[in-house]
């Protein structure tokens, strides 16, 4: 197993058309505009509304900042560092106000035909949920130690991702690392929309 270490700092930031802020596509699997997984650090900086992804089943987690409230029409919901983070409908492109100033957000995109995904807050020490782990952001320095492999030193600000899926072993680091388990099953029954 040869997993892929992409750092922050070397996927250059993209602006938003309406100027509300940037992204960094840490990944877009297989590469291209047909990518079936997509992962990708935004930095919200004003509020507006979420891109629509037709087709396409979303994952949210405010990494820094105080937060977002969202407005999926009509009905709001906070998302904070606290929160866990928010499974939804790329279509719904909801409504985004900050809270209290710019925040800095991980997202994994899924194609529904072609799969299910999931993300999750990993703890150090704590085992992972049951999802097909293909992949880690973590946010903090930590280090992922696989079953009959030798520890994998992993960067702040690091994306790990994995050619195939692995049983996710364990994950280690100070107290209060922030880190998330990226979940990818190709061919799975997709989630409903």
Do not use: K
Not at 2 to 14: E, F, G, V
Not at 136 to 157: C, I, K, M, N, T
């Amino acid at each position: 197993m040869t997993p892929r270490l992409i750092a922050l700092d070397d996927c250059p930031a993209q602006p938003w058309r309406d100027g509300g802020g940037r992204t960094r596509e840490l990944l877009a699997w297989p590469a291209g505009e047909d990518w079936t997984v997509r992962v990708s650090l935004a930095e919200i900086e004003r509020d507006g509304p979420f891109s629509a992804f037709p087709g396409v089943e979303r994952w949210f987690a405010v990494v820094e900042g105080a937060g977002v409230r969202l407005d999926f029409a009509g009905r709001p919901l906070e998302v904070t560092t606290a929160t866990r983070p928010l499974r939804f409908a790329g279509e719904a492109a909801p409504g985004c106000a900050l809270i209290a100033g710019a925040t800095r957000d991980l997202n994994l995109m899924v194609r529904r035909s072609r799969g299910r995904g999931g993300m999750c807050r990993a703890r150090p020490g704590v085992a992972p949920p049951a999802i097909t782990v293909r992949g880690l952001y973590a946010a903090d320095a930590v280090e992922w130690r696989f079953p009959g492999e030798p520890a994998l030193p992993v960067p702040a600000a690091t994306l790990v991702w994995l050619p195939q899926a692995c049983s996710a072993g364990a994950l280690f680091g100070t107290a209060g690392a922030r880190a998330w388990w990226l979940g990818f099953e190709p061919g799975a029954t997709p989630l409903p929309a």
